[in-house]
């Protein structure tokens, strides 16, 4: 590990554990956990052919060591690596399946976009806009690249945009929403995105989804009675994902949240 890396991996233990807590977890543990996001035991390709087809960028795995944009999230930050594209297709799909989302309703929102393989895809479903959000400076840029320079024939939203923003202090636009996350950030991140989003949805209510991928943080939705969970599924991935996916698992696992209208417990 570089110096870099353990000093970002000890300022993270010192600000959520204490001087105690890190002691104790350096004497049992080190600092280099082996997470998913962490310690990928799998060779992939190095550039997704999603890339080569569109002529954009959008492959890579990037530790959050290695996107400190200066901000105090960065000690948050789960990490870049990009949507498996069949995987969020079935997810995009089931929404118009299952549940006949009228896309050109609702404007789609990924909170944690990197550089915008996600907006991309979904620009290929009839949302009236899409918005990505991203804390990293590098990133975005290089999400508003590809937004510029993508030419993908089945897009069918203009309206994509990457702003450079900490999620936390995103304010959510108006009308029916869909929120996609692909395991952006930690809790503390988390909740105080989730309130911010209630608060809106107080203000507002209406009809909102949370597609959640690798959702670590469940329990935090399972327990705020503004959602209600419609799945919890695995969705497989092309041989062609696989052979550019840094993790062992085969599929993308994801979690589907509705908004539920404040005080009557009703789904919307
Ligand atoms: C796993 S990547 C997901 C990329 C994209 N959503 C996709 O599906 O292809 C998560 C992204 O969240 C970003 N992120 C982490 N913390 C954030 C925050 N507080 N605000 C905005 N973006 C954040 C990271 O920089 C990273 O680019």
Known sequence: MNLRRMRHRLRKSLAQRGAIGTATMLLHKGLWPSSRTCDPPKEYLAVHPFDQQFGVETSGLIFAEDLLSGKRRDLYNAGYFGVAPSAFRQILDRLKDQLQLEFAKYTFVDLGSGKGRALLIAAEYPFCAIVGVELSPKLHAIAAANITGYQGPAQQCRNVRSIEADATEFSFPAGPLVVYLWNPFEAPVFSCVL??????????????????????????????????????????????????????????????????????????
């Open 195 to 268: 309130a911010n989003l209630e608060t809106a949805l107080a203000r507002e209510p209406r009809e909102v989804y949370i597609l959640y991928i690798q959702p670590d943080l469940d329990p935090l939705l399972e327990a705020s009675s503004s959602w209600r969970k419609l799945w919890h599924d695995e969705f497989q991935m092309s041989e062609e994902d696989y052979a550019a996916h840094a993790f062992p698992p085969r599929a993308e696992v994801c979690s589907a949240y509705r908004s539920v209208f404040p005080g009557s417990g009703a789904p919307l």
